[in-house]
Structures are given as C-alpha cells and as structure tokens.
C-alpha cells in the first residue's frame, strides 16, 4: 500500500505548494511617489545687463594685455636671434651665457602681461562670488589674457629647449 500511494501523494504535495492563502497583497504597479521625476528642473540662464564701468575696465585691462603682448613678441624676435646663434654651442661659452641673460630678460618681459591678467581674474571671481551672472565681455578678454600667456610661455620653453 506504501508503494502505491506514492505516486498520489507526491503530485498532491507538489501541488499544494503552487497554492496561496488568499489575501490583500500590495499592488507592483509603481506607487505615486515613484513617479516624481528627480531631474533637475530646466532654469532660465540669467543675462548679464550691460555696464560701462565695467566695460571701460575691460577695455583698459585689454589694452595692456595687447600691449604686454606686442612688446613680449619682440623681445622674443630679439631673443630669438641671440639663441639661434648660440645653439650647440658648449655650455658656459659666452655665446651661451649671453643667450641665457636674453631668455632671463625675455623671462622678465613676460611677466608684464601677469598684472592685467590678474585684475581680469579678479573682476570676474568678484563678479561670480556677488553671485552675478557671466559676463561675456569679461570672460573674452580673460580667455584672450590666457591665451596669450601660454603662449608666452612656450615661446620661452621651446627657445630654452634650443639651448640644450
């Protein structure tokens, strides 16, 4: 009798684990707070009014930074020269020296563009901590200033470079 009720008994077990108490269970359809977007909601980018204090600033600090520029350009024309004749020649020969007094100068040269440079930095990090929004003016002639300061500088890195 064993033996012949083990292949009803089996099914009917198997089965009644399929089998659930009825209840009220809880909805999988996305609740309401689910549907909240989270994103960061579209803001309106706020204009800068225009402002001729400001501007005339900007257009004295530009000026000085084109004329740091200009007269950097030609010291560097200068300087050039005076590397060119001295490249592969031996350390601490005087063409050699002489070329590292003109970079140290041209060195010199290069740091007139820095005070412009700064005063734009300083307009536009005072303009940001007032909470005022950009001012494309101001952000031009900063980049401008940037600019040519790299470029500055790897003038004089790359004449150093024909030094060595």
């Known amino acids: 009798m064993t033996r012949s009720a083990i292949p009803f008994v089996l099914p009917a077990a198997l089965l009644s684990a399929c089998a659930a108490p009825a209840g009220d269970y809880p909805s999988l359809l996305p609740r309401p707070i689910e549907k909240i977007s ?37 010291a560097a024309a200068r300087v050039g020269k005076t590397v060119n004749a001295a490249a592969g020649t031996a350390e601490g020969s005087e063409r050699w020296l002489g070329a590292q007094v003109a970079l140290a100068e041209l060195d010199v040269a290069r740091t007139a563009i820095d005070v ?20 494309p003016a101001l952000d031009a002639a900063l980049a401008k200033a940037n600019a040519a300061s790299t470029e500055q500088r790897a003038t004089i890195a790359t004449l150093n470079a024909r030094l060595k």
């Open 38 to 74: 989270l994103a960061e909601p579209v803001r309106p980018v706020p204009v800068a009014t225009p402002d001729a204090a400001l501007d005339a600033k900007i257009a004295t600090l530009a000026r000085e930074v084109n004329g740091a520029k200009s007269a950097f350009d030609a």
């Open 116 to 135: 412009p440079l700064a005063e734009l930095e300083r307009l536009a990090i005072d303009r940001a901590a007032a909470g005022a929004p950009p001012y």
